[in-house]
């Protein structure tokens, strides 16, 4: 198998002004404030989006292994009170492929790829995250925003969408399959239908975790490896690959910053103890 995991793209961590309108969240979770020269290798930061109503935090948690995501965004949600804040956090991982709740192992079509398989709670089918690749968790209280599920799922989309337009990338959502895809219309006949974003969501309490990864630029052979999502033959893309060029710590930013714009348009309300149906997963498509 090839070597493809001996180069990583290095992260750069953004200043401040990536997050403008952003304010210092001070609190038990960090000792340290922001700081004008950005964040160290392995701080956790976190800035707040500003809002009036419902701040969201922003953590940038840098290049973290997925179990230790996966068991942090778990023990957030749980641990969380009814009060507790929204948090987005942005994270880079080492290869691994994720596996979602009516996942089949057998779109993994390569064996001893060196790349680990991690079983996970999220709706969806079989995923890749690695280097160059933006993921976002989104631990967000659906029932205080009067989310749905649905509406949560084309919220994270339209956020892609945005976020993309912002780079001149004309790019479509797929009915019936989550996630976000090249436009036919934007030039790039090569590509069109390409998938260059996944999302997956878990619900628990009434809160969300688990989120959405945005391909920026990687090396797209692990996903040859597997039937991305489920589908056999599926295409994907990084946005290098359609001429576009931008930093990881740029694009993050701005995606955060989407995310964070379409959840205000559901300011958080004060909400009653969560119902017997606590326990659910969303059906939307693989990804972090």
């Not at 790039?188 to 945005?214: E, P």
Request: aromatic fraction near 6%.
């Amino acid at each position: 198998m090839p070597g493809v995991w001996a180069q990583h793209l290095s992260e750069r961590r953004p200043e401040p002004a990536d997050l403008t309108p952003v304010t210092v969240a001070a609190g038990q979770h960090r000792a340290q404030r922001l700081a004008g020269r950005g964040f160290e290798q392995d701080w956790r930061g976190f800035a707040k989006i500003a809002s009036m109503t419902s701040p969201i935090e922003v953590c940038w948690r840098g290049i973290e292994d997925y179990a230790t995501s996966f068991d942090a965004m778990r023990a957030y949600t749980d641990a969380r009170g009814s009060h507790g804040p929204d948090q987005l956090w942005i994270v880079q991982h080492p290869p691994v492929y994720t596996l979602g709740l009516a996942g089949d192992p057998a779109h993994l079509l390569v064996a001893n790829t060196g790349i680990p398989l991690v079983k996970v709670d999220r709706g969806g089918q079989i995923t890749y995250h690695g280097p160059g690749q933006v993921v976002i968790y989104l631990l967000v209280d659906l029932r205080r925003r009067k989310l749905g599920v649905r509406e949560m799922v084309r919220l994270i989309e339209q956020a892609v969408i945005d976020t993309l337009a912002a780079y001149n990338l004309d790019v479509e959502r797929h009915a019936g399959a989550p996630g976000i895809y090249v436009s036919p219309g934007d030039g790039t006949v090569a590509h069109a239908g390409a998938k260059i974003a996944a999302l997956g969501l878990k619900i628990r309490n009434g809160c969300s975790y688990h989120g959405v990864s945005l391909n920026v630029a990687m090396d797209l052979h692990p996903f040859d490896w597997i039937n991305p999502c489920g589908y056999a033959g599926l295409q994907t893309v990084d946005m290098a690959t359609l001429g576009v060029a931008p930093r990881w710590d740029e694009v993050a930013a701005r995606l955060a910053q989407q995310l964070g714009h379409h959840l205000e348009q559901h300011p958080a309300t004060t909400v009653a103890a969560p119902q017997a149906d606590t326990n659910s997963a969303a059906s939307a498509d693989a990804a972090a």
